[in-house]
């Protein structure tokens, strides 16, 4: 039998609960959604596994297509001219771009599982390829000016060894503006449990240092470059368009264009949309959570595009370079994995007429 006293008391606690639940629901508060954080983006496992397969193909294709570049314009048995010597070091740069795909490739499906210490090292060497290859981009453009625009003051100067220096400070360069990599880290995402290697700053100052590292990529990495790659060729394919003999000029500038156009077309997306984020991060432009979400979606995918550049500049050379696809059949000749044929009297004048280069 219940006790009525204990009965009484349920029944009063009872009532007061329901109470004070009845005053705390309906109290007046709203949350402001401009407060609010937004819903950071991630992909389906779907395509998760076709970034990864996309990422494995590119560094299948790069790695053997870099070392043929780098062997056919290495090995060619003359002094190199400085436009293929900086070919050969932007094939160097795509190497190391293509040696941090496998890393990727485990990341978007697995996490970062590699380590902190791996994380800042992959980092480093993607910015490293980065900033050396339009730096490369950039000497070529200024040495097919000189050589064609400026042709008198060319041939006095001592270019080959001036482009052996040129090289070292492309890669001192490089190696400085790639430095702020080492503040990237493994630590696990907050919209999943899996770790992921990506930019961590002191709260205090990572706006201060975010926006310092983004000025440095954006000036040196692609405006300034662009800026002087833009004009140079303007210049130079002006000139060849009123000289004689400048169509078979023409021929040789192909490959040269080519890579500068795939470079920025495999780039100036990521360029685009990071400069976007810049302007979100620092307030200088109003977004809501549907733009954020668009622009970290656009960032995932114009990075991918990026990463594509490794393996490009090979089929560009095979496709595009005449005299190059005959230094690799001579090489294959050489070596027995061909079989050996005379090479005709037309084509060893042909050979002789193009502008000295082992790659145009």
Same mark, same amino acid.
């Given at each position: 039998?219940?006790?009525?006293?204990?009965?009484?008391?349920?029944?009063?606690? &009872?009532?007061?609960?329901?109470?004070?639940?009845?005053?705390?629901?309906?109290?007046?508060?709203?949350?402001?959604?401009?407060?609010?954080?937004?819903?950071?983006?991630?992909?389906?496992?779907?395509?998760?596994?076709?970034?990864?397969?996309?990422?494995?193909?590119?560094?299948?294709?790069?790695?053997?297509?870099?070392?043929?570049?780098?062997?056919?314009?290495? #090995?060619?048995?003359?002094?190199?001219?400085?436009?293929?010597?900086?070919?050969?070091?932007?094939?160097?740069?795509?190497?190391?771009?293509?040696?941090?795909?496998?890393?990727?490739?485990? =990341?978007?499906?697995?996490?970062?599982?590699?380590?902190?210490?791996?994380?800042?090292?992959?980092?480093?060497?993607? %910015?490293?390829?980065? /900033?050396?290859?339009?730096?490369?981009?950039?000497?070529?453009?200024?040495?097919?000016?000189?050589?064609?625009?400026?042709?008198?003051?060319?041939?006095?100067?001592?270019?080959?060894?001036? &482009?052996?220096?040129?090289?070292?400070?492309?890669?001192?360069?490089?190696?400085?503006?790639?430095?702020?990599?080492?503040?990237?880290? =493994?630590?696990?995402?907050?919209?999943?449990?899996?770790?992921?290697?990506?930019?961590?700053?002191?709260?205090?100052?990572?706006?201060?240092?975010?926006?310092?590292?983004?000025?440095?990529?954006?000036?040196?990495?692609?405006?300034?470059?662009?800026?002087?790659?833009?004009?140079? /060729?303007?210049?130079?394919?002006?000139?060849?368009?009123?000289?004689?003999?400048?169509?078979?000029?023409?021929?040789?500038?192909?490959?040269?264009?080519?890579?500068?156009?795939?470079?920025?077309?495999?780039?100036?997306?990521?360029?685009?949309?990071? #400069? +976007?984020?810049?302007?979100?991060?620092?307030?200088?432009?109003?977004?809501?959570?549907?733009?954020?979400?668009?622009?970290?979606?656009?960032?995932?995918? +114009?990075?991918?595009?990026?990463?594509?550049? @490794?393996?490009?500049?090979?089929?560009? /050379?095979?496709?595009?370079?005449?005299?190059?696809?005959?230094?690799? %059949?001579?090489?294959?000749?050489?070596?027995?994995?061909? %079989?050996?044929?005379?090479? &005709?009297?037309?084509?060893?004048? @042909?050979?002789? @007429? %193009?502008?000295? =280069?082992?790659?145009?």
């Amino acid at each position: 039998m219940t006790d009525p006293y204990y009965s009484s008391l349920l029944l009063n606690f &009872s009532d007061i609960y329901g109470e004070l639940n009845f005053t705390y629901n309906y109290t007046e508060f709203f949350p402001d959604p401009a407060t609010q954080p937004c819903d950071t983006f991630t992909a389906p496992d779907v395509v998760m596994l076709v970034v990864c397969t996309f990422y494995i193909i590119v560094f299948l294709l790069a790695i053997p297509g870099n070392l043929v570049v780098g062997f056919v314009i290495g #090995m060619s048995g003359q002094q190199l001219n400085p436009s293929d010597l900086y070919l050969l070091n932007l094939a160097v740069a795509d190497l190391l771009l293509a040696i941090t795909l496998p890393f990727w490739a485990v =990341s978007v499906t697995q996490g970062w599982v590699f380590g902190d210490a791996m994380c800042k090292t992959v980092t480093v060497l993607q %910015e490293l390829s980065f /900033y050396s290859s339009i730096l490369f981009l950039t000497c070529i453009s200024m040495d097919r000016y000189m050589v064609i625009v400026r042709a008198m003051e060319a041939r006095k100067a001592n270019r080959q060894v001036v &482009s052996w220096g040129v090289c070292a400070a492309v890669w001192i360069i490089g190696g400085l503006l790639s430095l702020p990599g080492f503040f990237n880290s =493994s630590f696990i995402s907050p919209n999943s449990s899996h770790l992921v290697c990506g930019e961590k700053y002191n709260p205090s100052s990572a706006d201060d240092w975010r926006l310092a590292t983004r000025i440095l990529r954006h000036g040196l990495g692609f405006i300034i470059p662009l800026a002087i790659m833009v004009p140079c /060729y303007g210049i130079t394919i002006q000139r060849l368009l009123h000289i004689r003999g400048g169509f078979q000029r023409q021929r040789a500038m192909r490959v040269i264009i080519s890579v500068v156009v795939a470079f920025l077309l495999c780039w100036m997306p990521y360029h685009i949309v990071v #400069m +976007t984020d810049t302007f979100f991060r620092t307030k200088m432009v109003n977004y809501g959570c549907s733009d954020r979400m668009a622009v970290d979606q656009a960032m995932f995918a +114009t990075q991918s595009l990026g990463l594509l550049h @490794s393996c490009v500049n090979p089929v560009l /050379y095979a496709f595009v370079g005449e005299k190059f696809r005959k230094r690799l %059949e001579q090489k294959l000749r050489k070596i027995g994995l061909l %079989e050996k044929m005379s090479v &005709s009297r037309s084509s060893r004048s @042909s050979l002789s @007429s %193009e502008i000295t =280069s082992t790659v145009m």
